[in-house]
């Protein structure tokens, strides 16, 4: 149902949720009996980005297969205020067990494909990417590199595996910006390098060098300029450090190719949602 590409770790990221509320078993959800059956239906109380059907199926797939979920919305879509998600059919003790687990899924992955939406939509008509960080939520990393996808962002690196980025503590411990480079290249030939600088020399150390991307680390928009200009093309600039939506555009519009933003996936405010019950 989705239109962006799901991580592989769904099952596994929603097992250790489950674990961490359910864990042997709900002793409150016990009190109704074991042929009870209930409808639900899912609304979220604010317009928002949806993200995390996958996440919310997986939940109820994993405590009972039986229960049916009709989707009304797809990850990516925008979603009103009032407006039904979902209906939720099958027994009523795994409903009520799954559902605070679920609908956090729901809530939190929604919240960051809509703070991706926001940003998204500021620097529109500018060939800029925004992207995230490594800013995320403990334990649910690809999940909300997921939702900044369905918000219209860009993924910067997964991890400290997949990627090269030098920043300050690198460069002290190699002795300078060159050598941190050149140790980068010599260590990992295949892959490219990215190195934060905090400065105007920095950067000019960091082009020579042959850095393939520059994060200008809390540059005021004259410095972003000037870096553009001192650049002249020979490495791919990011903008990163005191992002917000009232200056990504001004920032966008300096000239450089990627704005990253730690917000999108930090500062975020789950989307309320609530699930109501009918049973049979």
Not at 179 to 202: F, S, T
Request: with cysteine; glycine share 6%; aromatic share 4%.
């Amino acid at each position: 149902m989705a239109k962006y590409r799901l991580p592989g770790d769904i099952n596994k990221t929603v097992k250790r949720a489950l674990e961490e509320d359910v864990g042997t078993g709900d002793i409150t959800a016990d009190l109704l009996p074991q042929a009870s059956r209930a409808t639900a239906l899912v609304i979220s109380r604010e317009s928002a980005v949806l993200c995390g059907v996958a996440w919310f199926s997986s939940t109820f797939q994993q405590l009972d297969s039986t229960v049916e979920i009709i989707w009304h919305a797809s990850d990516g879509d925008v979603i009103a205020e009032k407006m039904q998600i979902c209906t939720l059919k099958g027994p009523s003790r795994a409903i009520l067990s799954g559902e605070r687990t679920a609908l956090n899924f729901l809530q939190t992955l929604s919240a960051t494909a809509t703070q991706a939406r926001r940003f998204a939509e500021r620097i529109k008509g500018i060939p800029v990417q925004v992207m995230d960080t490594r800013k995320t939520l403990p334990g649910l990393r690809s999940a909300q590199k997921y939702a900044v996808s369905c918000g219209g962002c860009t993924n910067h690196r997964m991890g400290l595996y997949d990627a090269i980025l030098i920043k300050e503590n690198h460069i002290l411990a190699c002795g300078s910006i060159i050598d941190a480079i050149a140790q980068a290249r010599e260590n990992h030939p295949d892959m490219p390098v990215e190195i934060e600088v905090e400065n105007l020399n920095e950067a000019a150390a960091a082009f020579t060098a042959g850095a393939d991307t520059v994060l200008l680390d809390n540059f005021n928009l004259e410095s972003l300029c000037k870096a553009v200009a001192l650049n002249d093309g020979r490495a791919k600039l990011e903008a990163s450090g005191g992002i917000t939506l009232e200056n990504i555009r001004s920032i966008a519009e300096t000239g450089v190719d990627y704005v990253s933003v730690g917000s999108i996936t930090k500062d975020i405010k789950a989307i309320d949602m609530s699930m109501r019950f009918q049973y049979e």
